[in-house]
């Protein structure tokens, strides 16, 4: 038995074909990647038959969300093909709640995923600009690198709407970094447009 990851097998659908009768492949998907935001038409419909090649020379496809595994039909994946094994979460660190007393002078606000189209910074940066006359403090955390152009396009938002102060990027953090922002947190933001668990 192959276990493929969706992202590198929806490329190679060609490869498949020649060992589906060789190999047991076995697709792990999140979510197909013709869903992603950003793309053109023309890119949406060639992922669209990349992925629908590719999973029709798989055995059996395992997915991360009922959500996908729903949506996998329209790329002809039968029910009986499909399983759905929901992520775990290792609990290293407990996030401390507090007893209700802040001491933070204005609002924390938090968002925490790499930064791109589909994520939607975008839209969490527009709509703090119609807030400037209250009180808050944005910090974004996620890897500015995965989608440089999207993040450098947020960054000069960020400028543009002189947020600079107000609006922080911390790049990609250590797990023990995030702890520490999600206790300073008042507010967890997630602007996200689409996620594989059916958001």
């Given amino acids: 038995m192959v276990v493929l990851d969706g992202l590198a097998m929806s490329g190679m659908p060609q490869v498949l074909e020649q060992h589906a009768q060789r190999l047991k492949l076995v697709a792990l998907i999140h979510h197909p990647l013709a869903d992603e935001s ?44 499909i399983d759905t094994a929901h992520p775990g979460v290792a609990i290293k660190a407990r ?26 910074q ?14 808050w403090h944005c910090t974004l955390a996620g890897s500015l690198d995965r989608d440089s152009v ?7 938002q960020i400028r543009a709407a002189g947020l600079e102060g107000r609006v922080e990027l911390t790049g990609e953090v250590a797990e023990s970094h995030l702890v520490e922002l999600y206790q300073q947190a008042d507010v967890f933001v997630f602007p996200s447009l689409y996620e594989a668990t059916g958001w």
């Fill in 38 to 81: 950003g793309l053109s038409e023309d890119e949406r419909l060639w992922f669209f038959e990349q992925e629908r090649r590719a999973l029709a020379a798989v055995a059996h496809v395992v997915t991360t969300s009922a959500f996908t595994a729903r949506r996998l039909a329209a790329f002809g994946v039968s029910a009986e093909q």
């Fill in 95 to 120: 996030v401390q709640t507090s007893n209700g007393v802040r001491c933070a002078p204005v609002p924390q606000l938090l968002c925490v995923g790499h930064l791109s189209q589909r994520k939607a």
């Fill in 122 to 135: 975008h839209q969490l940066v527009k709509a703090l600009q119609n807030l400037q006359s209250l009180p």
């Fill in 150 to 156: 999207y993040s450098q396009g947020v960054i000069a």
